[in-house]
């Protein structure tokens, strides 16, 4: 040893060596507490216990305060870099069908997809609520990486804070995605035009419904469960017969309705759906009568909405409907040249009506 | 127009199209609703008005779910891609020297800069309370943009979430962030060897004292203001004279302390610093003494720790002081074999101490 101590500091500081070596980075406490977000030791050892442990992958375990990916690795891949981020405040965490941390991965790994990209790397930052038990945070992580796993991304870089009680619900998850998309590949909103089709990969509105359900506002039981699920894949089937596809977003919050008009007002075109075409299942279409809700408006967390030159439609159709994801895939509109900006639904009853972007709110914290 | 409507219909549609064409991207509200939060029209009045508006760039205006960069581009400027992402809570949101807005820049460049990045691109995510006034919003919102102007970065993606009145408090932002590693650079908690030397850029505890003051838990005045800058060009600096850093970090939450302990337990050496040569201002010693607080443990936002070979600590030292984020920098430690894995703090009466990690919570909601 290579310092002067007396005898009794150096009695503490074999302790405390002692102490350093026999951390095995377990949480001590049950639920959250403010030293969790601290910087400190409770902090480390909640990261080593709850995300580092669960997430499992090298390069997270580094504890950097960054991840270093080989950018040549990415260029191999494609030519451009797709980022994106999301936060998730939903309520309940957990729900049928899914929960707060399969959503947080889902969620921003559609969002890399829809451009056609590969995901690759998230992260994922937590803000915890002082009290939350510790084991829905483990259950949660747990979660996360069982989804990214199946989507074969990686948790890359994380972040923990915790606020007093009260300050934050129990618990909101941010994550950032990166992914690479495919030379050649061009998909944006503004790349629609008149004549274009329409497709969606199947029902709408059974996570909006599965989290209304959840929160017992409604006296229901139905087995209606969120459609959460990874559409990376679904994306990779389509883009192999048709790589160029127009636009294409994934319908979460404000549903369908919200990205047919951006959509809409970004190509500068008119977009006329079919409400015969629209697949909804009956509990969900019996759950918005009820309440009044529209399904167009209601949350997906897996559905996809498609747009491709007419010519395309067939072979990308057939293709979706090979997969899992898009087993359901059908045309539900087309694109008209005007009047621009506008949205018009042709109902049940042969009518036509305009489904105007969302004004209000259906359902706050769906994701 | 090629749909065919009864008069009715048309006049409503007619005001519909006038409606659209007059949207100006205008928040109507004074205060934020859950309807800012629901994906709809509100949000993206919202969006275009507070977000796309300040900060201004080609690829947020897009406003497509992801924001698309060039890899080859990219790969001109290094060989590495460093990731990372950062949830702020501070409270309160505006504080003498800085707000949270700035800070969500900073602290996300700086998690690139510490790994010897070059910062590119942020992303920004936003969770509201419902009732925060829209003002506050939008000042934040210019400070980021300024912040990210003055550090040559782009904010390129987001995404805006509000809950109740209640389920969060006031405005939380999560930045993610990219940046690109030059080749040869290797910095990492890791490297560290015996002999190394550890350098500061200047003043501790300036944030963490600043916050302090401003949440009016003291009855201070002091003109204390938080030490809130990027460190991206002062790391270019250091890299110029010496690329062969072997490990840097920021001293943010859990002070110096937390930083040299992660250091000393990733490269499994010992760490020795001398509390004469750590620079703190008297006001922030005087806070300390007051409070039972210890300014190696409290936060700072633009505090760099750095070491290297004791061969080139002259130069870094040199090189750092040329720099006005650096022109207090000092030497303030050294790295020694045994006992690994714990700090020591030579004291100003010549006796030693262990600084052990940051055990409970000093001050929450610091950054």
């Known amino acids: 040893m290579d310092i002067s101590l007396n005898k009794s500091t150096k009695n503490t500081l074999f302790q405390k060596i002692e102490q350093v070596r026999r951390r095995q980075g377990k949480v001590q406490d049950t639920h959250i507490t403010l030293a969790h977000g601290s910087g400190g030791k409770a902090m480390r050892d909640l990261i080593d216990d709850i995300f580092v442990s669960s997430f499992d992958n090298p390069i997270l375990s580094q504890l950097e305060d960054q991840a270093s990916l080989n950018l040549s690795n990415l260029l191999q891949q494609g030519d451009r870099l797709a980022f994106t981020t999301d936060s998730y405040v939903v309520d309940p965490l957990f729900f049928p069908g899914s929960d707060i941390g399969e959503l947080a991965v889902n969620g921003t790994i559609n969002d890399l997809a829809v451009s056609g990209a590969k995901p690759l790397y998230l992260t994922c930052s937590v803000i915890l609520e002082e009290g939350l038990p510790v084991e829905i945070l483990r259950r949660v992580a747990k979660s996360m990486k069982a989804a990214a796993n199946k989507a074969g991304v990686q948790i890359v870089t994380g972040d923990t804070k915790v606020v007093h009680r009260g300050a934050a619900d129990k618990l909101f998850i941010n994550t950032a995605g990166i992914g690479v998309i495919l030379a050649g590949v061009s998909i944006s909103a503004h790349n629609i035009q008149p004549g274009d089709v329409v497709i969606i990969n199947g029902e709408l509105g059974n996570h909006g419904t599965a989290i209304l359900i959840a929160r017992g506002e409604l ?3 139905t087995d209606i469960e969120s459609d959460c699920q990874p559409l990376h894949n679904l994306v990779e089937t389509i883009l192999k017969v048709c790589p160029q596809v127009h636009a294409m ?72 409907k090979s997969h899992p994801a898009g087993k359901d895939a059908c045309i539900i509109g087309e694109v008209i040249a005007s009047p621009p900006g506008v949205v018009f639904l042709k109902t049940a009853f042969g009518t036509e009506r305009i489904v105007d972007m969302l004004v209000g709110e259906q359902l706050p914290r769906i994701c």
Chains 1, 2 share one sequence.
């Open 219 to 221: 006296a229901l039981e």
């Open 249 to 320: 977003r994934d319908a979460t919050r404000g549903g369908l309705a919200t990205v047919l008009n951006e959509f809409a007002l970004s190509s500068n075109v008119g977009i006329r759906i079919n409400e015969e075409s629209i697949p909804v299942r009956e509990e969900v279409q019996g759950v918005c009568e009820i309440l009044g809700l529209d399904p167009l408006y209601l949350a997906n967390e897996g559905k996809l909405v498609v747009v491709v030159a007419r010519e395309n439609a067939e072979a990308v159709l057939s293709a979706m």
